[in-house]
Antibody
Framework: QVHLQESGPGLVKPSETLSLTCTVS????????WTWVRQAPGKGLEWIGY???????TYNPSLRSRVTISADTSTNQFSLRLNSVTTEDTAKYYC????????????WGQGILVIVSS | DIVMTQSPDSLAVSLGERATVNCKSS????????????LSWYQQKPGQPPKLLIY???ARESGVPDRFSGSGSGTSFTLTISSLQPEDVAVYYC?????????FGQGTKLEI
């Protein structure tokens, strides 16, 4: 059973960079789509993007200019960087796994709340 | 972007009764090469991450009770809970993964 755990700062200042890491245990990064989804307080789900284990990434066009998702197979981790944050980026950030290109997101971390505030 | 619109926004159903949540996509999400709708349903309970219930619009994820079923084609899809249980109180989301961005519906809050 794969387990995902987000880590990173819970508070980021406006205009700075949000950086989160997801540690995957109980399985390898190989062959899966590693995904980030966020949820603003009291709101719905927003898909941020994913990285395939080969290293190719796909992003939400609304965030593409500010987001980078990377993966490190040696540490079994993947990461999210979101530049130039504003208060609109305050949300719980989930890392997750999609099994294949034709399946849903089958495994999720518990999420980490990131507040953007000075 | 493909817009996913769920209805209703909230729903109250008696225990043991049927609950139905609808989801419409603004364009087709049928993948031509395998003829599968690229649509998933998720359940999110308070303070928890979403949980995958259904993919391909009607394929039940392993371990999901069989009272949950998905149906639909084209641009209209439905999640049905055949006999509502107390633990089914949650917000339900549909998501298309046919094209980027993989958009979610706004959610439907299900209460007893």
């Amino acid at each position: 059973q794969v387990h995902l755990q987000e880590s990173g700062p819970g508070l980021v200042k406006p205009s700075e960079t949000l950086s989160l890491t997801c540690t995957v245990s109980g399985g390898s990064l190989s062959g899966y789509f590693w995904t980030w989804v966020r949820q603003a307080p009291g709101k719905g789900l927003e898909w941020i993007g994913y990285i395939y284990s080969s290293g190719s990434s796909t992003y939400n066009p609304s965030l593409r200019s500010r987001v980078t998702i990377s993966a490190d197979t040696s540490t079994n981790q993947f990461s999210l960087r979101l530049n130039s944050v504003t208060t609109e980026d305050t949300a719980k950030y989930y890392c997750a796994r999609r099994r294949t290109s034709s399946s849903g997101i089958d495994s999720w971390g518990q999420g980490i709340l990131v507040i953007v505030s000075s | 972007d493909i817009v996913m619109t769920q209805s209703p926004d909230s729903l109250a159903v008696s225990l043991g009764e049927r609950a139905t949540v609808n989801c419409k996509s603004s364009q087709t999400i049928l993948y031509g090469s395998n003829n599968k709708p690229y649509l998933s349903w998720y359940q999110q309970k308070p303070g928890q991450p979403p949980k995958l219930l259904i993919y391909w619009a009607s394929a039940r994820e392993s371990g999901v009770p069989d009272r949950f079923s998905g149906s639909g084609s084209g641009t209209s899809f439905t999640l049905t809970i055949s006999s509502l249980q107390p633990e089914d109180v949650a917000v339900y989301y549909c998501q298309q993964y046919y094209s980027v961005p993989h958009t979610f519906g706004q959610g439907t809050k299900l209460e007893i």
